[in-house]
Structures are given as structure tokens and as C-alpha cells.
């Protein structure tokens, strides 16, 4: 005769587990709980987690014996019994691979019963369910897992999951102690997961932690599943290294692959909501519909489509299958012409005037002079600047990127100047298409902007910061950096440093100086080396700014000095999205800003 008693037991211990995890979701927050995951973990980088990342769940594993066993567990916790589930991929597959069965023999479901945080934050506990009817071959492996919580991991969902910042979120985890422990992709909920494993001296009893990416971001999994520490781990298939480095050398095809869909107008003929026929899109996009199955194939490998289904347009046998078709990603959707913050005129600069010039990355290596002037007879902003459209276009490309701009309306010498008194001036040099200064005019309506750019520019940035509803507010000069217009009170120089050499720089800083009055601050946005070592988007851009303008990225102590050098001193430098920083800066000597302007 057999007994229920057992399965009463690790229901009640399903249930404990899941009351607890419930109870840390409420009583914790991303500031706070962070600290404690990652011992040391402070300043610039805190901030940048803190900022980026929410505090979304607590993960468990739980071992329900059926759907009611599963709701029984829910309503033990006072947690919803009608929380919708789905297939949860990424688990299956990693009992699959850890206890060596068939991933098809394992049910395995994800559900988020809501979970208020202290204040009512949107919060939930992730439960992941694996059916274990009573006497099964699958105990030993309830009895393992629960043992060893391998699933059980607290995590923060990316508020803006673009590429670029969630791979410099994760090398802040890796600096600060935390390790690859794989991830994945799940289509069902359209949602990527990448795991780290917490250092041992973490102040929590969760040793795993998650960051949870919407939408399909392959390209960072990769990179994160590649990771160097993942190849001794058990289980992880890892990549031989000539696999990997055939992979490295297949980045160009990347390049071209994305750049030619933006050409095409394939992502503005896709949306993220419905698949579309392989033939319809090559109609729309006049193109060769085998050639363009095989880009999207290609595509889809990057996270920029993904495969779907879509309705047959003439009746057909029931056996047989539907038609095959592509829907855009998030990350795909940042190609359209109309996206905000479209990337595409980036994928047109990057396939088109940067990638012919990286052909010669030889040239410049070899001489230290620019690629780009010995392709094309002239350096990088003449060349731009005999040529309208693609002017234009590499103003578009480098406003493509002004996700980085976002804080700095609220940085605390923009607001200083804000709260003034007197109305205060921001003189933008170099400001490009106006897109900063405008940013920072709209945040606070009393400030008053100049502009200081090439005439081609100054109509740009006055069309745009018309549009943006403060061009009344701002003037413009056409002119060089010896023209930097004084009498301002805060002076702004964004991704202008690194186009040039060191004696380039001191003399452009020469100038902001003759021009700022005592009380004036500088603001610089840059990107700025790591002293470690440590991943980082600045380390691309060096070798871009090699061989394209002859520029360079540098530490933060570089630019110190270059900023001593022209009469200045670096006060301090605070993080900005895509791995950008702003570095304030003031006459060296000069008295407090905030003072000088009471």
C-alpha cells in the first residue's frame, strides 16, 4: 500500500521556500541589495547598476506534483492561482544537460505571481515548475535541486535593454567578482537571461543572479556564453578556439549584413508585432527572394528577426506546413527609419565611409597616421563636410547614440546654473545637430544656449531645436574652436576630445578657457580606457578613432592632465550610458561653482 505522506511533506517545503522568497522580494531593493551580492561594489559602478537595473524577482524551483499541487503551493502564499504560465526553455535545458535527460521528458513551466515591493514597486517571485507526479523517475531529481538550489537566483530586469549597455553592465558584474553561468533565449516571452554566479563572500544566502534583457539579444549571449570562465565549467559546451576565433573573423559579414538590410529599407518594411512572408518582403524591398531568405537567416542568427509563422494566403492540405516567415526584434526595430533613436544611420556609416577605412587599419597601425585621409585624399571632416548628404547622414549617425545624454540634464552644475539667479548660458561647442543642447533647454526653460558649430551644422541644429520648441532661447555661431563665444556659464564639449591628438586637445581646451569667465564650468563627454583592463566600448573606440580621425580614447588621469596643461583641474567624472562619462572641470584655482553664482 503505498502513502501520500511523503508528497505532503515536499509540498509543505515547496511552500516554505516559496514564502520566504516571496517575503525578500518585498522587503529589498536594487540600492540597497546590490552592496550585499557584490562586496566592494560602490561609487561610479553602483550607480550605474542601480540606475540600469530593477529589482524584478527572487527564482525558485519548485516540484508541484500536478497543476493543482502548483496552485495549492501559490495559495499557501497568499500568492494569485490564476498567474498565466508558458514554457520555460532556458530551465529545461539546463536540468537536461545537468541530470542527462531528455529535455522533452521535463515539464518545466515559468510563472511570476506579483509580489509588491515595500513602497508597492512592480515585483513578482519567478517560479519555475517542474511536474513530478508521485513515484516518478524524476524524485531524484526534485531531491538534487532541491538540495543544491542550482535555480534558485535573484534578479534585476534591464530598464532599457540596448546592446551596448547590457554588455557594460555585465563587465561591471564580472570586475566586481560575479561569473558566466550561462543563459538563453526564450521565444515564448520574447526575453533574454544571462546568469552570473556570485562571489563567494556575498552577504545573501542566493549565490546566482540574473539579468533579464526583453527582447532577442543573442549577440550579447554569445559573448557572455563565450565567456573564458565558461570553459572549464561542467556542462558547458564551449567553443574550440578555432571555432571561436572563425567566429571573430566573421564580424565584417556582421557589419555588412546589417548595414544592407538598413539600405534595403528591410527593417522600415517589418514590424515587431507580425511575421511577413519571405516573398512579400522581397517585394516591398526589391530584392531576390532566395538571396533575401538567406540574409534573413543570417539576421535571425543575430537577434535582429526571428522566425515565425504566418497565415497561408491560399487554402492548403491540412498536413501541410505554413508558410515561413521573419518579424523584426526590439533590437531589429532600432534599424527603421522612424524608430526612436533609430540606429540606422550608424549601420549606414559603419557599412559604408568607417568600413572601407578599417580596410586599411594596417596603414594606420603601421604609421599612425588616419586610414581614412590615405583612402580618400583628405582627412575625415573635410571629406564630410564637401559632401552634404553624407554630412548629414554622420550627423544623424553620431545623434544615433545620444542615449548616452540622457543624465545629463540633471548633472549638478547643469542644475546649478538652472537655479541661478541671473538666467544662466550653456554654450554647446562643437554641439553637432543641436541634439544635447536641446535635451538640456527643454529640461530647464530658463537656461539660454549658444551653439557653436560648422555653418552645414548650425542649420541642422537650428531646424532641430526649433522643432524641440527652444530654439527662441538659444543662438548660433558659425565658426572653429578659436571662436568659442565667452561670457558663458557652463561650457560643453561632447565627443569632441577624442577626434584629436594631445597638442590638438590642449589648444582646444586653450580656447574654452580664454572664453570662460572665473565662475564657469566645462563639462566633457567622453569614454573613457579602463585602468584594469576590464571590457569596455572605449577600447573599440580607440582603435576607431586610430584609424579614422587620428584621435584617441583616453584614462581619466590623461585627460587630468591635458586639463592642467590648458589651466584647468578635473573635479570629477561621473558615469553616462553606452560607456560614456562626463568629467566636470573648472579653472584650476577657481572658487566653488555653486558659490560663484549665488
Known sequence: MTTTLPDETLLLDDAACLRVAARFVREHDSAALLPLLLPGLDGPDLRALAGHCRFAHAGLLLFPPDADGLRTQLAACGLAVDTPSHPSVVVR???????RRDPAELDVQILRPQVPGAIGERRAVEVFALTVPPHSDLEPIAAHERTHRHEAHLAFEIEHPEPLALRGLCAILFRHGARPDGGGYNPHEDGTVLYFTLPADAACDYQRL?????????????????????????GHEARQPAETLLHLLTGAWTTQALAASARLGLPDAMDTRTAHRTEDLARLTGTHPRSLATLLRYLAMLGVVTPGSVPAVDPAPALAPEPAGFRLTELGALLRADAPGSMRPLALMYGGPFYRSFGGLDHAVRTGRPAFDHLFGENHFDHFARDPELAALFDLSMAASSRMFEPLPAHPVITAAAQAPAAATVVDVAGGNGELLGRILTAHPRLR???????????????????????VRCDYRAGDFADVPPGGD?????????????DRCREILRHCVRAMPAHADLLVVERLLPVDGSPSLATAWDLHMLCNVGGRERRADHYAR?????????????????????????RAGAPDPAAGRS
Do not use: I, K
Open 490 to 502: 557652463v561650457y560643453v564639449l561632447s565627443r569632441v576630445l577624442h577626434d584629436w591628438d594631445d
Open 210 to 234: 540574473e539579468l533579464y534583457a526583453r527582447g532577442d539579444h543573442r549577440d550579447t549571449l554569445a559573448a557572455h556564453l563565450d565567456h573564458p570562465e565558461q570553459y572549464h565549467r561542467p
Open 93 to 99: 535545458e539546463r536540468l537536461a544537460r545537468r541530470h
Open 449 to 471: 544656449g549658444v551653439l557653436l558649430e560648422r555653418p552645414h551644422a548650425v542649420e541642422a541644429a537650428r531646424r532641430l531645436l526649433d522643432a524641440a520648441g527652444c530654439g
Open 562 to 586: 591635458l586639463f592642467a596643461d590648458a589651466g584647468l583641474q578635473l573635479v570629477g567624472h561621473e558615469p553616462l550610458p553606452l560607456d560614456a562619462h562626463v568629467l566636470h572641470a573648472r
